[in-house]
């Protein structure tokens, strides 16, 4: 006879960044935004009716996906949401990535891209970044079963031209390339203008960083219409009423306050800035990250260290215990009064150091 854990499955998960539940901490680990989304979203909220939470919400998500085509210039059939751009992203491994050859992505880069590969059993190459931590372009020439980076990178920050993914788009024609937008509202240029040209594209976009809703669990692919309709297959496949009708309201609302989005991202570029400044002048070595977080590492004292050292401060901030990159924080870019905080408990940490 066989054990009971004969039947698991064993598989290593992705490991999320802390959600400490203590309120008197200073969160900069896991990208979210430090500020709240748009009041439209609290007018929405307002006005939810929850004595239709007894129906099922709409599976197509039309009002959600009509907003976010009409913010795009596009059709909702180029767009397909889910919960979160983690259900996205997953739901395109299981669409896409089927043609027994391996699917190719950068060494360094979004850990739940190797998990999902395990998790459906697709055999995957992992692409050396260069010595700065760039992605280069023509490792992705070649016979491959798909493609799939962040743009900006993570958790680097670094951002690949329009010229490259073009490139990349061009070569891999028979492949589906996805090119995962997260961070893109903090820099870089977007593949968008790329969907028209090239039927293999996916672009994939999420609320949870640029439109402050992480909490909500709201996420998006934009591509032509046959790959739309292959990820709706799949969708029905697996689990149809993936969005609440509350996610689907507030996500509608919040697409409309263009505004408010402008000003909140503004901000954050701003500390960003200021914050890498103060971080150099401090000794530390940052990429040039155009996202919201940084990337830094100092050559006195280690990532490991300044990360407990941090979190003795219940400042958190995120470490990755991974070749080539366990000499490196990531910071979340918080509010100024957040990163004043982080830039003190440094330079305290540093001078214990001497
Ligand atoms: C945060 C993140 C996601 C997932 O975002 P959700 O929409 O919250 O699921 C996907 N890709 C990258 C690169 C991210 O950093």
């Known amino acids: 006879m066989g054990s009971l854990s004969d039947n698991f499955r064993s598989i290593k998960p992705y490991v999320p960044g802390e959600q400490p539940r203590d309120t008197e901490r ?15 979203t609290a007018r929405e909220l307002g006005r939810l009716d929850p004595s239709a939470f007894n129906l099922y919400p709409d599976p197509e998500a039309s009002e959600l996906t009509e907003a976010i085509a009409a913010y795009h210039g596009l059709q909702p059939e180029n767009v397909f949401a ?7 992203l997953a739901n395109c491994f299981m669409a896409f990535f089927n043609s027994g050859r391996p699917i190719l992505f950068p060494d360094i880069t979004y850990a739940f891209y190797e998990v999902w590969a395990d998790l459906f059993k697709i055999k995957y190459e992992k692409v050396p970044l260069d010595g700065e931590l760039r992605i280069v372009k023509d490792d992705y020439l070649r016979e491959n079963g798909g493609i799939i980076f962040p743009n900006p990178n993570a958790p680097t920050g670094i951002c690949m031209g329009l010229d490259d993914i073009r490139a990349i788009a061009e070569y891999n024609s ?3 390339v996805i090119v995962d937008e997260a961070y893109i509202d903090f820099g870089g240029e977007t593949a968008l203008e790329l969907l028209k040209e090239y039927g293999n594209l996916i672009i994939t976009r999420t609320f949870s960083k640029s439109r402050s809703m992480a909490g909500m669990r709201i996420g998006y692919a934009l591509a032509g219409e046959e790959l739309i309709l292959q990820l709706k297959k799949i969708k029905n ?3 149809s009423y993936t969005m609440s009708s509350a996610a689907i309201k507030l996500g509608a609302a919040a697409m409309a306050d263009e505004e408010y989005f402008r000003s909140t991202i503004e901000k954050i570029k701003r500390t960003r800035e200021s914050a890498a400044q103060r971080l150099r002048e401090l000794g530390f070595h940052l990429t040039n990250s155009e996202s919201n977080f940084l990337f830094a590492s100092h050559k006195k004292i280690s990532a490991k260290k300044i990360f407990e050292e941090l979190k003795k401060r219940r400042i958190y901030v995120r470490y990755f215990d991974k070749p080539r990159i366990d000499n490196y924080i990531r910071i979340t870019v918080g ?20």
């Not at 100024?336 to 150091?353: G, K, P, S, V």
């Open 82 to 88: 889910g919960v979160g751009s983690d259900d996205v």
């Open 335 to 354: 509010t100024d009064a957040e990163m004043d905080a982080l830039i003190d408990a440094l330079t305290r940490i540093l001078e214990d150091e001497k």
């Open 174 to 176: 028979d492949v589906v």
């Open 26 to 40: 200073i969160k900069l680990n896991t990208n979210e935004n430090p500020y709240p989304p748009t009041p439209m």
């Open 237 to 239: 496949s697996y689990n």
